[in-house]
């Protein structure tokens, strides 16, 4: 992608157009193109998510760490998150990608969505933790996952790890989300918004706490959300899709009205690459990551989950070998 070219055209992606402001540090410059990307450093991107979700926020702290400390040009891109972030790591139109880990297994293996269609990407390390929530309003009735049969329910967007997720929770609760409910496919905000103007009845959402948009809804004047519990499945999906799932707790107060702990279901996160990335630059990515973390950390919340330790705990998505001689170096066995 380069400047003139992308001028030529009449409308400029929003992906594009982000790739080229995180270049240019939020700056588009016209004139001498040429000699601005001359003395560019190299440049990678991040596929993250949705504006509404986490992915975006802790993506674009990641990129700011990279641009500022590693000697390249990171920036973060917009994206459907996990599903779509893994289709354009293995067509190298992205670098690195922000990948729930039941997809990124998925993608690997060949199965699910991308069935006969296995992609060759590695792991550069874990992130953060997902907790899987489904929210509707106390003014629903709903209190359990069985309760949306008949219900109006978003699933997530097209092509995110969230969608993934939560048509395999309401499959684990026996609801067949092609006839047990009235299936829309919004994004964080989006599904906030509609659930807020009464135009769906709850939505499903994964992902880190809090959650900007899960924030804003909570905070609404009138409004008060509930989550449902979703511990009591967590098994029947191990059963079917591998041990990549465990019982974890939304604790009370992390959102506006919400009064008690909420048993849920969390997955882990993975930046993840093309197993073709330089050796080097994914040692200096990952190594950059670890050694800035108060700096992700000041950027969201999230950032103080990241822990090197958990590197070990993936036994799902194996480590592109960058990122492995790193995490030797540390005393942290991975797998390769």
């Not at 157009?17 to 990678?44: C, D, E, M, P, S």
């Not at 092609?178 to 959402?205: C, Q, T």
Request: charged share 25%; with cysteine; net charge positive.
């Amino acid at each position: 992608m380069d400047l003139d070219s992308l001028l030529k055209d009449k409308e400029v992606k929003r992906r594009d157009f982000l790739k080229l402001t995180g270049v240019l540090g939020g700056t588009i410059l016209l004139g001498n193109t040429g000699k601005v990307f001359a003395q560019a450093k190299k440049r990678i991107s991040v596929a993250t998510g949705g504006m509404g979700g986490v992915y975006f926020v802790i993506g674009g702290g990641i990129a700011s760490i990279l641009t500022k400390y590693a000697g390249v040009e990171a920036a973060a891109e917009v994206t459907a998150a996990s599903v779509d972030n893994c289709k354009l790591l293995g067509a190298k139109k992205s670098d690195m990608a922000l990948v729930i880990a039941d997809t990124g297994y998925d993608a690997i293996k060949g199965t699910g969505i991308f069935k006969g269609k296995a992609l060759p990407l590695k792991t550069l390390c874990t992130i953060y933790p997902h907790y899987n929530q489904f929210i509707t309003l106390e003014s629903k009735g709903i209190k359990k996952v069985t309760d949306l049969k008949g219900k109006r329910v978003s699933t997530g967007a097209p092509g995110s790890g969230t969608e993934v997720i939560g048509l395999r929770i309401l499959e684990a609760a026996g609801i067949n989300h092609e006839k047990d409910i009235k299936k829309d496919r919004l994004g964080a905000s989006e599904s906030a918004g509609a659930l807020k103007d009464g135009k769906v009845d709850a939505y499903f959402w994964s992902g880190g706490l809090p959650t900007a948009s899960v924030l804003d809804l909570a905070a609404s004047p009138g409004v008060k959300i509930v989550m449902l519990p979703l511990d009591d499945l967590v098994d029947k999906m191990n059963a079917k899709y591998g041990p990549i799932y465990y019982k974890t707790v939304i604790p009370k107060k992390t959102y506006t009205g919400l009064e008690v702990d909420v048993p849920v279901s969390g997955v882990a996160n993975l930046l993840m690459c093309h197993q073709d990335m330089d050796e080097q630059l994914a040692y200096s990515v990952v190594k950059t990551i670890f050694e800035h973390m108060s700096d992700l950390a000041a950027i969201h919340a999230e950032g103080k989950n990241i822990h090197i330790k958990d590197n070990a705990q993936n036994k799902f998505v194996p480590y592109h070998k960058g990122a492995a001689k790193y995490f030797k170096e540390k005393g942290v066995t991975v797998l390769t």
